[in-house]
T-cell receptor, first 113, second 115 residues
Framework: GDSVTQMEGPVTLSEEAFLTINCTYTATGYPSLFWYVQYPGEGLQLLLKATKADDKGSNKGFEATYRKETTSFHLEKGSVQVSDSAVYFCALVRNTGGFKTIFGAGTRLFVKA | EAGVTQFPSHSVIEKGQTVTLRCDPISGHDNLYWYRRVMGKEIKFLLHFVKESKQDESGMPNNRFLAERTGGTYSTLKVQPAELEDSGVYFC?????????????FGEGSWLTVV
């Protein structure tokens, strides 16, 4: 079945450090790929998405590129801030059938001042 | 336009009691989904409605969980009787095929604590 694998956390970085959170997926066909973020005590927010191969999603300084050849959608940010501390979820949605979202396990990010 | 709204935002109940969570999807969205994240683990699919019909309920953990969507508008998820392992956050989401690239919009979640 479809699945998403993302790097285990927690990830601890100093402010202004470079961030990479790896995400790979297994799916039939051509899914859409997403990154969601959950800040402490808050709900799930869509961070960025990409709907086809080679698309780059970007938002708030975060970027991820849909790589079909490596079935990956790694999240990157050039300079993290303390306010980026949250749990990040990689997810996919198959574009046929029920459009069910499959999530990765989540990666907790701590950014120190 | 209002987003997906969920109620209650937080609930603390005793083991054995009943809790009913409510979700109001974005107006006009036929697809409604329930997910949950328990004990800091991954977010798992529970079930999917298309209008008032259950399209996929393969993720429902056991018969203590009952979801309904009468009239195809809002949905409820009842847990009866609640157990300690049901603690977590329950997310509702909605979408409409062909709108915004089939993007699924999530609510803020209902945080359930069973003590």
């Amino acid at each position: 079945g479809d699945s998403v694998t993302q790097m285990e956390g927690p990830v601890t970085l100093s402010e202004e450090a470079f961030l990479t959170i790896n995400c790979t997926y297994t799916a039939t066909g051509y899914p859409s790929l997403f990154w969601y973020v959950q800040y402490p005590g808050e709900g799930l927010q869509l961070l960025l998405k990409a709907t086809k191969a080679d698309d780059k999603g970007s938002n708030k300084g975060f970027e991820a590129t849909y790589r079909k050849e490596t079935t990956s959608f790694h999240l990157e940010k050039g300079s993290v801030q303390v306010s980026d501390s949250a749990v990040y979820f990689c997810a996919l949605v198959r574009n046929t059938g029920g459009f069910k979202t499959i999530f990765g396990a989540g990666t907790r990010l701590f950014v120190k001042a | 336009e209002a987003g997906v709204t969920q109620f209650p935002s937080h609930s603390v109940i005793e083991k054995g009691q009943t809790v009913t969570l409510r979700c109001d999807p974005i107006s006009g969205h036929d697809n409604l989904y329930w997910y949950r994240r328990v004990m800091g683990k991954e977010i798992k699919f529970l079930l999917h409605f298309v209008k008032e019909s259950k399209q996929d309920e393969s993720g429902m953990p056991n018969n203590r969980f009952l979801a309904e969507r009468t009239g195809g508008t809002y949905s409820t998820l009842k847990v009866q009787p609640a157990e300690l392992e049901d603690s977590g956050v329950y997310f509702c989401a909605s979408s409409q095929v062909g709108v915004s690239g089939n993007t699924i919009y999530f609510g803020e979640g209902s945080w359930l604590t069973v003590v």
